[in-house]
């Protein structure tokens, strides 16, 4: 089994950043490609960001150069670094062992004025 719990979520305004962590329970993340994906209203769950365990990153052509996603495998912990929000990336966010196929309950993210 594999839990993940998602977390930093929140209103903010067009420009600044949030970040945003997964915390992994059930099998260590260190050998597992992970990912965030988000799902605006009315939209399908898009890819975001994902991680290897080298630590080789792959990202959406539409947040490449504002996010950044990190890992910490001793904690069991994916981030997701948020800068220069856009009102276009209100959503909620997962994030996924990609080799599994649960997700978390997710976390809101609202980019506003």
């Known amino acids: 089994q594999v839990q993940l719990v998602e977390s930093g979520g929140g209103l903010v305004q067009p420009g600044q950043s949030l970040r945003l962590s997964c915390a992994a329970s059930?099998?260590?993340?260190?050998?597992?490609?992970m990912g965030w994906f988000r799902e605006a209203p009315g939209k399908q769950r898009d890819f975001v960001a994902n991680?290897?365990?080298?630590?080789?990153?792959y990202y959406a052509e539409s947040v490449k150069g504002r996010f950044t996603i990190s890992r910490d495998n001793a904690k069991n912990t994916v981030y997701l670094q948020m800068n220069s929000l856009k009102p276009e990336d209100t959503a909620v966010y997962y994030c996924?062992?990609?080799?599994?196929?649960?997700w978390g309950q997710g976390t809101q993210v609202t980019v506003s004025s």
């Open positions: 996924k062992n990609l080799h599994f196929p649960s």
């Open positions: 059930g099998r260590s993340i260190s050998i597992y490609t």
């Open positions: 991680i290897a365990p080298s630590g080789t990153t």
